[in-house]
């Protein structure tokens, strides 16, 4: 499988048809997909739909978009019109959305070809895709871990060779975690830089549609063409869209580069220590300072999100009762026993321990003492980067304290899990843009990723820190993708 670029640039040049790019992606995953599962949906006939459609505006002499006929796999959790959308649960089970996504209709004016919805854990809670209701998902590297979650579908689509990018959502690392499972290129942006309209909810001033790709100027052009303001999206930057492939141009000479004490600390794996280590050393190889740094209020992060989180999905997923759309229980004699039985029997475990712990926190007598206190730590968080970035350019740690772990291995311990989106959860409560890079892997061959976070509206800088990572470490497919 070609890069997004590669593939978009041929399919303009009249190197290669959009049909042919479209059934090489269905081949395979025909042929990988089955040992994977990254799909929850592979929309066949959709995708040459498009595909067909692409090759007749070439034919009668019309500009291309920048996606032009490439393969692109949409995380379960984004709307497509026609195309079921479960958000990986039984309470939306064979869901036939009426729209387009923002992000879904900028892919297609962009003449990407959607070819199937990706996997993920039940309405993105989860950091393993193992709390899908359908299916685990595999990692290509080694099938019996965990691509991470909960984008994991996305991520392992494309590790696998499947499809050269993908879209994700990231509320506390769930795009960055598993490219970094994976050896991917994930990019959450900067909160409110791409639209969350038709994007199903978790947590509302978290959430965040990012790319995932094979490399780093395939999720520079995908981050592009989804980025800008959208008049569906009150919380959407009134800004125009990024330039951030233009900008991806690998120079960190002169950079300062923030390294925090606190994402080194105990925790973090010894082999993937010495992977980040080596990757740093790299960059200052390549001209970058590394200026060590502190975020006293890094140990604050997991708590703080798994109140702020929880409470907002608590509100969100109340509109899951039965009666709207999604699964209804039979046999209910009144409207309170319906919503019960309904949210009894759609949602999952991990969904229901979550909707509990944000109704608990916001339930009268408890709101300060827990989601207030949340928002006032949040804050704190926040001034750390706040104060760093007066002095570095960019903030680089781990994205993970460890590599894949096994299938199963954290399955009744949601606290070690939940510890997993230890560095990636402070980006998140900042709304900061931040990234995976893979570097070099661990010695049994287990990728891991760089994790890169810049100001506000800097995913230039992000996106150039990268590229130049990526020199040292090129892409690279799972064996045998």
Known sequence: MQHVWQIADAVTHGELTAEAACEASLRAIGARDPGVSAFITVSTEYAREQARAVDKKRARGEPLGRLAGVPVAVKDALVTRGVATTCGSKMLAGYMPPYDATVVQRLLAEDAVIVGKANMDEFAMGSSTEHSAFFPTKNPWDRARTP??????????????????????????????????????????????????????????????????????????????????????????????????????????????????????????????????????????????????????????????????????????????????????????????????????????????????????????????????????????????????????????????????????????PLAMYLSDAYTIPASLAGLPALSVPVAPTPSGLPVGLHVVCRAGDEGALLSIAAAVETRYPPRLAEGA
């Open 148 to 413: 991470g979650g909960s984008s994991g579908g996305s991520a392992a689509a494309v590790a696998s060779g499947m499809v050269p990018a993908a879209i994700g959502s990231d509320t506390g690392g769930s795009v960055r975690q598993p490219a970094s499972f994976t050896g991917t290129v994930g990019v959450k942006p900067t909160y409110g830089r791409v639209s969350r309209y038709g994007l199903v909810a978790f947590a509302s001033s978290l959430d965040q549609v990012g790319p995932i790709a094979s490399d780093v100027r395939g999720a520079a052009r995908m981050l592009d063409v989804i980025s800008g303001a959208c008049a569906h999206d009150m919380t959407s930057l009134r800004e125009p869209p990024t330039a951030t492939e233009a900008l991806a141009h690998g120079k960190v000479n002169g950079l300062r580069l923030g390294v925090p004490a606190e994402y080194f600390a105990d925790g973090l794996s010894a082999e993937v220590r010495t992977s980040i280590d080596q990757a740093l050393a790299a960059l200052t190889e390549m001209g970058a300072a590394l200026v060590p740094i502190a975020m006293p209020h890094t140990a604050l992060a997991v708590a703080t999100y798994y109140v702020i989180a929880p409470a907002e999905a608590s509100s969100n997923l109340s509109r899951f009762d039965g009666v709207r759309f999604g699964v209804r229980a039979k046999g209910r004699a009144s409207l309170g026993e319906l919503i019960s039985a309904t949210r009894a029997e759609g949602f999952g475990a991990e969904v229901k321990r979550r909707i509990l712990l944000g109704t608990f926190v916001l339930s009268s007598g408890y709101y300060d003492a827990y989601y207030g206190r949340a928002l006032a730590a949040r804050r704190l968080i926040a001034k750390d980067f706040e104060d760093a970035f007066t002095s570095v350019d960019a903030i680089v740690s781990p994205v993970a304290p460890t590599a894949a772990w096994k299938l199963g291995e954290l399955a009744d311990d």
